[in-house]
T-cell receptor, first 112, second 114 residues
Framework: RKEVEQDPGPFNVPEGATVAFNCTYS??????FFWYRQDCRKEPKLLMS???SGNEDGRFTAQLNRASQYISLLIRDSKLSDSATYLC?????????????FGTGTRLAVRP | DADVTQTPRNRITKTGKRIMLECSQT?????MYWYRQDPGLGLRLIYY???????NKGEISDGYSVSRQAQAKFSLSLESAIPNQTALYFC?????????????FGPGTRLLVL
């Protein structure tokens, strides 16, 4: 089983739709979680951290479910500009240095 | 100006050639990383450095070497390039944001090995 797994998609949705992605992780010792956004042929950029209590940033909501070992990203009122690949990142903190593991990404395509 | 820069941005080389990819940062971060990204495989860590005197292998370091010339510079070398090293390479730095390590990526270098 991969350490971090994401549905590659693509998710094709119309503008205005609500869409959700999940990311599962296998290491129960994972402590920090992030969502990054990557546009085609560009570098990944931090979208938002994921906190245990869940957090919201405008149209984006991130949640963590430790019992089932997954994080989710919900996008409401999708815009054309939301079209990108969304990468989840899971961090295991170690005394020798944190281990960051990236998911392979979920591609979102928002159509007019 | 970009905080993390990579040169070259694109490179075509032949099997067996030595090639160096360079990364510079103006963010003042101690930690720097090299990743490669392949379709369907996501980002995989090649090497990382927590400061100038600290170099560590990542999950796929075979065939690569690195040099941390200064806090701001971290170079990745392919001593003898092979076609399966064709990929998109990213340099990154990291910092602590709200108690969490956050990564900042360079624009990437597209490498094609023929």
């Amino acid at each position: 089983r991969k350490e971090v797994e994401q549905d590659p998609g693509p998710f094709n949705v119309p503008e205005g739709a609500t869409v959700a992605f999940n990311c599962t992780y296998s290491n129960s010792a994972s402590q920090s979680f992030f969502w990054y956004r990557q546009d085609c042929r560009k570098e990944p950029k931090l979208l938002m951290s994921v906190y245990s209590s869940g957090n919201e940033d405008g149209r984006f909501t991130a949640q963590l479910n430790r019992a089932s070992q997954y994080i989710s990203l919900l996008i409401r009122d999708s815009k054309l500009s939301d079209s990108a690949t969304y990468l989840c990142v899971v961090i295991v903190e170690k005394s020798s240095g944190d281990k960051l593991t990236f998911g392979t990404g979920t591609r979102l395509a928002v159509r007019p | 100006d970009a905080d993390v820069t990579q040169t070259p941005r694109n490179r075509i080389t032949k099997t067996g050639k030595r090639i160096m990819l360079e990364c510079s940062q103006t963010k003042g971060h101690d930690r720097m990383y090299w990743y490669r990204q392949d379709p369907g495989l996501g980002l995989r860590l090649i090497y990382y450095s927590f400061d100038v005197k600290d170099i560590n292998k990542g999950e796929i370091s075979d065939g690569y070497s690195v040099s941390r010339q200064a806090q701001a510079k971290f170079s990745l070398s392919l001593e003898s390039a092979i076609p399966n090293q064709t990929a998109l390479y990213f340099c990154a730095t990291s910092d602590w944001l709200a108690g969490r390590e956050t990564q900042y990526f360079g624009p990437g270098t597209r490498l094609l090995v023929l």
